[in-house]
């Protein structure tokens, strides 16, 4: 297909009810191509990740039961209302991790860093969709998945559940469309997409939460869901453990306080890898430090220090860890060296005196490289080239219990905007692509 074809047929597969509810993007003619070894990297990345919250796991449990540092799941109970702790620690879940692992990745002139990890993640029906469309416009496309790698993965997740039930919040109702077109492609039927109202679950159904943590009060039948999920009469995914949702976890990982545990439980090879990938990471816990003491990598000595350091200096990027609405997206997220000084002050501010509700995470602002891509203009009808940067969002679905869990990737999402554009999320002037190697 010529580049004007090809791009037609991508725009002209869109299902009538689209994808994102009022959200465009850039077509590109082609798949983003990541080249062998990159493709090769991310394949390998799941076992990283998914003994990662395997062990993210494990020191919140040892942290209560006093054989890790108390602080560990006092920082991440803080906000959490006492109910949500209580299901949390529920034996039912004790070894619960996702069962969807998705990482945001950044590409950076000496590798890739990882910036955070959703466990409640949108894109999965929308990468299917991309997946699938341009294995069709290239049977030979090597792309990543597979056509139906992503449909396949998902539905694995939930075994043998008669059906499943995926509980979309209005929160998320973005990802509405998504999700149904995710459920349509099932060849027995049974995926169904429903509403927070819904709660006529049966036993051996297994439910998708589609929602955050920090809505609960706005999921009516969310208090039904956990229930259910607890007296093992349907299965639930991702648990709801909001440990998971936190981004402080990378802060704990670089924590060195807890690098013996660390060490143990992912191993010397998957530390090492783990620690390549991940920015480091700092908690901003206002709690005072000794005189004689600074902040690692920071040499401040105090976090209201930041508010003073120079434009220049201020190549941070501040984020709410998780257990808010701002803590998804583009949302809660500031970029020191972008901000007046007085937006830098205040958005310092809200995260020391936030610490006990919201706790706010810093990390170095990891700038990304430049990359070549395509988008066709329908406008003009040409071939636009477009200087940009880039994340990916592989997607990796767990099947198997204990031992024997094993993390499938799905495909990757590439996500493509202008170069001036420092924070990369969907938009109108981003590229959307699937990946291909």
Known sequence: MTPHEAATAVRNSLPSGGLFADMEWRTSPTPFPLGDHLAKDLESLGRVLLQFYRAANLLYRKSVEGKQPPWVAQWLDLGKPPELVEIQRS??????????????ILLTEDGFRITEL??????????????????????????????DGMILGFQAIFGEAKTVHIVVSEEAATYRPEMEWLARQAKDKKFRVQDSKFTDFQGGDAVYRFFELFDLPNVANAGRIFELALEKKIKLTPPPKPIFEEKMLFALLWNWNLRDFWRQELGESFFARAKKVIPYTWLVDPA?????????????????????????????????????????????VFLGSDLSQADWVKAVDDAISGFAKSPFVLQRYEKTRLVEANWFDFDKKVVAPMKGRARLCPYYFVTGDGDAARPQLGGILATIVPADKKIIHGMTEAILAPCSA
């Not at 034996?91 to 945001?104: E, G, S």
């Open 288 to 332: 005072p430090i000794p005189p004689h003491a600074a902040i690692p990598r920071l040499n401040l000595t105090d976090w209201s220090q930041l508010k003073m350091l120079s434009q220049r200096e201020r190549d941070l990027i501040l984020k709410i860890s998780g257990f808010s609405e701002k803590a998804w997206g583009a949302r809660g």
């Open 118 to 147: 959703d466990s409640v993640p949108g894109g999965i029906g929308l990468t299917a969709w991309l997946n699938r469309i341009y294995s069709q416009l290239d049977p030979n496309a090597p792309i990543i998945g597979g056509a």
């Open 91 to 104: 034996a039912v879940f004790k070894n619960d991790v996702p069962r969807v692992i998705r990482p945001d």
